[in-house]
């Protein structure tokens, strides 16, 4: 059974890598960035193709928008690079972050954080004339997720949603102060994994600055997302500050 399913799961991670077409979704055409940083780069991971794992990274962070160092929900490249979905979900600035972290744990290539890349540009999809290392790219990212904690914690606001891509909140204003506890236990191990990663780098102070949100995070989960020690599903931030758990 394993053998036969397997075969399907190598071949859909492979349409979306060469098509590009979504995993599921084969009248498409674009790369999702949750998706592509997802099956098709563990791949190759898997099967040592490290330059082709590469590929997919530095083509990803140069989609990164200069204006807001996000992503978006996907993105079509080529002759078809003006079609693109600028808005994205709570969750999808993590993905790039986590699929670097496993490339560096993986083939210890450091070098790439060096590489200079642009950005996208809103609202023209075009290539920014700024270019920034990828290690830049990065920390501009972290600090997009740290500005986007709910007031005086270290959990993320739900924003436009999380993986669920049905479950959005009836009054569009919960989002400011919604929290998806997916979202929070992704971010906790998204910056442990980079923490380790620059740790081998050498990068001491980006490594400390992720332990240290980290250790916000886990605390607030723990304090906010934890009742009667089962995890929430998600949580939501009243006027007085108290958050409840949902």
Not at 47 to 68: D, S
Not at 98 to 106: D, H, P, R, S
Request: proline residues 5%; glycine residues 6%.
């Amino acid at each position: 059974k394993f053998n036969d399913i397997f075969y399907w799961y190598l071949h859909n991670a492979m349409v979306h890598f060469t098509t590009p077409h979504g995993l599921e979704q084969y009248s498409g055409a674009a790369w999702g960035v949750r998706d592509v940083c997802q099956g098709p780069l563990e791949l190759l991971l898997a099967t040592q193709h490290h330059t082709e794992a590469k590929t997919i990274l530095l083509t990803v962070f140069a989609q990164q928008y200069e204006e807001t160092a996000d992503w978006p929900q996907w993105f079509m490249f080529d002759r078809f690079a003006n079609i693109q979905h600028p808005e994205s979900h709570g969750d999808i600035i993590l993905w790039p972050l986590k699929a670097l972290a496993m490339y560096l744990e993986t083939s210890n290539d450091f070098s790439i954080l060096d590489i200079e890349l642009p950005y996208t540009e809103i609202p023209t999809f075009d290539r920014s004339p700024t270019r920034s290392t990828l290690l830049r790219h990065v920390q501009r990212a972290i600090d997009t997720i740290a500005s986007r904690f709910i007031p005086g914690t270290a959990l993320s606001a739900y924003g436009a949603g999380d993986w669920d891509d049905t479950l959005q909140p009836a009054q569009s204003a919960m989002r400011e102060h919604m929290v998806s506890t997916w979202t929070v236990a992704l971010t906790f191990q998204v910056f442990q994994q980079l923490a380790t990663a620059f740790r081998q780098a050498g990068l001491h102070a980006d490594e400390q600055r992720l332990l240290q949100l980290g250790r916000r995070i886990k605390a607030d989960f723990n304090q906010h997302l934890l009742p009667d020690e089962v995890v929430s599903g998600f949580g939501y931030r009243h006027a007085d500050g108290w958050i409840e758990p949902i």
